[in-house]
């Protein structure tokens, strides 16, 4: 028996009582007479103690020469600590150890197991496992089984069922890139890796499963941007015989129940807007609502015209208010002026008012307004004294991206984003489609088997751009955590969407022929939700990016570099693959 | 709203309410003066009545006018039923139906959705989706989600986490065939899907994960043998600082949970026989011990010869007392005689020596044994009047396999192979390596991570057949449901391993170097186990075959028939994945 208690289990109750610990050093501390070391396992850590009254000097010796990360089993008798260290939960006991066993020794380890470490990036995930003994990263992995077990525990209690779909299924032009799988035993032909199991989900709903859901793996052979990878994991739900209000209820009852269990926070009803909406208030379709800073749409006196050629020539005109940063020096705002013009924002340019403490008025366009233009504008903004205004003119799109990008920005560095709020959102209605400025083509928004909103399906053949779809997203954050819709169900209508995303009906009966004739044989009407959940658990973990809550992400460039994979395989494989490798990247033979 | 109530609410307590139903349509019964129709969701059948005086001429034609498998919307009153049906909760009660929506229509199914079904097994694949509308499918798929729930809870509550590893990893020539995954980013570089997470388990637990544990798909791209599956599920587990008595116990409480909440079944604690008992009293390693008729190892009198030269040549003589049996008539002798002779068993011959009721003994070597030789015989296999001895001889392991395939032959045939009784085991002290009868190159057993006995790593050197390995089976019902061993967890005794499994000190490095690195930071003693979760789910579902455990399952070539997977691709996909088909297989230009 390696251990009776683990590291973190020993209290004032166990005084005197003979144990056996396991684990690793994290520290030794050598007075002399007196060796201490840091005894640690995933429960925490426990004081061990050697000394030259009480241990033989071989004892002693033995301990002093341990070193960092090697694995030591231990036996002896609680004592109460001289000095205790309320810090700790054992920090009112150590273990003088009587018997010392190495289990495992350990090279130095390139970097320090410790909350703040000394190690890059890269370093890091070439010795993951290391990088797991670190509490953080061990921290956030165990959050993220508590929150998969919250979502099944809440979900299987709402009377879903976990259905695993397969991983090997049928590759499709439509959507992002698949990944492929050749197959052996029939030549020439590949399977794919599924984006998602939405096909699957849908003939679950027509199998009369009623509620599904899984936690599953899905694959996107994308150009990967920072924190994306290519295999992601799904809270993936469909239910049957639901109208778009159905679904809503059920997954915002998921999100309270998880902020109840983990935050122990009481949250109302989700506010809902619309994705029109949600551009104009706040310039994207995911927003930010822990704070307010809302966009101001601004007209000029009168209707009429500005008399400032920038605003008179632009689209859109609309501005912040950032409530109480009229003492932003002009320093600080000649920083702000050069962060939007950056090339990841590219504005043109940043007009800014201050609303004064004494009541005046200060701008950067002085030259094109006086007093009483800028206090009409300074109104439309609700500013008060105190008060500073930021505002942007442009194209509308573009100004709305832009002003977006910034109010985040000013939102972060004001402190208003905060780890430990939660400010959840349902934006609704959003367009079925989106045309592609470069083809001319119409993309589905969310999939091709979103359906249109009721009676919009005419609309479809005259102003396609204008159809509104039965498609949600839930937003927490700043972040689009869920996305789902009502899908269509009769052959019919899925024929009309496709021709309309230009599939031939050839194509279309193709790739997903076994679709539609699954709504031939009586489909039930049905909708669902996929929530991404690397991001979920990252945001309810109060944290922003994603990587430290997969135990075993890849680079950038795809790449596990600690198993270093992808690899070259053997030529005989690839012959029973059916494949050659392109001449001129062949590098494996 | 499509529903206020699902079709297996509705109660007497209901009567009067006005409710709204929606589901298919399993039947219509049509009286003239009265229309029946049984409505069915998941939950349940609700009868609805339309009738001539209650129900208008219009509305009573439109429901006698549906189909089978059409999905309806009924509003209507609760009314209590003239005849009551017992059988199905909903019995008391039936609905007066007020106003009927047809939601979707249905082709004629190619097959009954009843529990009975008339369709084969090809169609009912190709048509899944219908087939998982049939209770027997449904409640399996229900069933198997309970399972994994219970799993996940009894794991969690011992303290293990979930923790997802990575699907894209690299591939190794160790063990069955990887399915492996083209990179588009690294060119001519392949991932492998992974066959186990093995190597992730036991870097979390160099990782200090301490417990793991992750319901996982694993991939193997091997000729499928009837219900076999080239993705399957498993029920992977890893602890760190133990030694197998602790994993037994914590995974023998995992079964007993499992019985308990499922079956109401309480255990005594599971008998654990060795790899080399279970050899010799049950013919194979994963033996049913639902019932006896174990083996009877057979000697000469006084230890010297039968004078029955097939039983004086064997390496091995050893007979099964099926009780009872001695009433099997000579016809019924000869088919199990030619059953054992067919090629699928291979079997030269069997012998049979009946203890009559009468007291009296025959034989089919009457020629050979007077009746004390047979009498000695009989002694042996502890048989008494009534029974009935079966013998085979001749090489050892031949000998075992066909008379283990006997015994279980003959045991579902006297119905001792009871789908609601379960006989759990451990089979443990495995041998660490197999030899390859053909390459005379020795296999890992179980695998190469798998430690030997403590004190046996140098008989590696001198009889590596001999030396057995920590590792472990848990078999239920004839089927081995698990398999585990303790690891090695030193970088040298791997490489010891890896050099009997006759890798060159590269080719370890190469495939393995990463693992081997992991074991120079600290690595604790950790050991683990994998279930199979398709085949534990059907035999604690009472079942033989795991298709009907799993939603989309594939066929003995690998297909989907279904979606028609695997496909051909894109050409253009297969350049950017820079790779060609082989020409002379090339059909997808």
Not at 18 to 39: A, P, Y
Not at 479 to 488: D, V
Not at 536 to 550: C, K, M, P, S, Y
Request: with cysteine; glycine share 8%; proline share 5%.
């Amino acid at each position: 028996m390696y251990r009776s208690h683990t590291c973190g289990e020993l209290r004032a109750s166990h005084i005197n009582d003979k144990i056996t610990l396991s684990g690793w050093v994290q520290k030794v501390r050598d007075k002399g007479f007196v060796v201490w070391i840091d005894l640690r396992d995933r429960y925490g850590i426990t004081q061990l103690i050697f000394d030259q009254d009480r241990s033989s000097k071989e004892l002693l010796e033995r301990a002093r020469s341990l070193g960092r990360e090697f694995v030591v089993q231990v036996k002896g008798t609680v004592l109460e600590r001289a000095s205790k260290n309320p810090n700790i939960p054992t920090g009112e006991v150590e273990l003088l150890v009587s018997e010392l066993i190495v289990l495992n020794e350990s090279l130095l380890p390139p970097f320090t197991i410790e909350d703040q470490t000394d190690g890059g990036d890269d370093i890091r995930m070439k010795y993951r496992y290391l990088d797991i003994r670190r509490n953080p990263v061990r921290n956030n992995l165990m959050f993220r089984h508590k929150v998969a077990m919250e979502v099944r525990n809440y979900l299987s209690n709402q009377g879903f069922i976990e259905v695993e779909t397969p991983y090997l299924i049928k590759s499709t032009p439509e959507g992002a890139r698949d990944f492929v799988v050749p197959s052996r035993m029939n030549a020439g032909q590949f399977y794919a890796l599924p984006q998602s199991p939405q096909t699957f989900k849908q003939l679950l709903m027509v199998g009369g499963m009623d509620k599904y859901f899984q936690i599953v793996k899905c694959f996107r052979d994308e150009d990967l941007r920072a924190d994306r990878q290519p295999e992601f994991t799904q809270i993936d739900c469909e239910m049957a015989f639901v109208e778009q209000e159905n679904v809503l209820n059920v997954f915002e009852g998921l999100i309270k129940h998880l902020l109840k269990e983990i935050h122990q926070a009481k949250m109302d009803t989700f506010p809902r807007i619309t994705y029109d909406e949600a551009l104009q208030r706040y310039g994207n379709d995911k927003p930010d609502i822990r704070f307010g800073m809302e966009f101001c749409p601004l007209a000029p006196q009168g209707g009429s015209k500005y008399g400032f050629p920038v605003f008179d020539d632009a689209e859109l005109v609309v501005g912040i208010n950032v409530k109480g940063s009229a003492n932003y020096t002009r320093k600080q705002i000649d920083e702000l002026v050069n962060w939007v013009k950056r090339p990841q924002i590219g504005a043109s340019g940043l007009i800014w008012i201050k609303y004064n403490t004494d009541g005046t008025v200060s701008s950067s366009v002085n030259k094109f307004f006086d007093e009483e233009g800028l206090r009409h504008l300074s109104t439309q903004m609700k500013a008060k004294p105190g008060d500073l205004m930021l505002i942007m003119a442009g194209n509308i799109d573009k100004t709305r991206t832009q002003l977006s990008a910034l109010r985040m920005e000013l939102a972060t560095r004001l402190g208003l984003r905060k780890n430990n709020e939660f400010a959840p959102l349902w934006v609704v209605d959003f367009p079925l489609l989106e045309l592609d400025g470069e083809t001319g083509r119409y993309h589905a928004m969310h999939h091709p088997f979103t359906s249109p909103k009721p009676g919009q399906l005419e609309l479809l053949e005259t102003d396609p751009g204008a159809v509104k779809a039965n498609a949600y997203d839930l937003v927490l954050n700043g972040n689009e955590i869920g996305g789902g819709s009502i899908r269509i169900h009769d052959r019919k209508t899925q024929e009309t969407m496709f021709r309309h995303l230009g599939f031939t009906p050839e194509e279309a009966k193709d790739q997903f022929g076994f679709l539609m004739n699954a709504f031939e044989y009586g489909a039930p009407p049905h909708g669902g939700i996929a929530f991404g959940l690397d991001r979920l658990v990252a945001i309810l973990g109060g944290q922003e990016t994603i990587r430290d809550f997969i135990a075993f992400p890849k680079n950038n460039s795809g790449r596990d570099v600690m198993i270093d994979a992808p690899s070259y395989i053997d030529p005989a494989q690839l012959a029973e693959l059916h494949l050659k490798l392109n001449k001129n990247e062949d590098k494996s033979s």
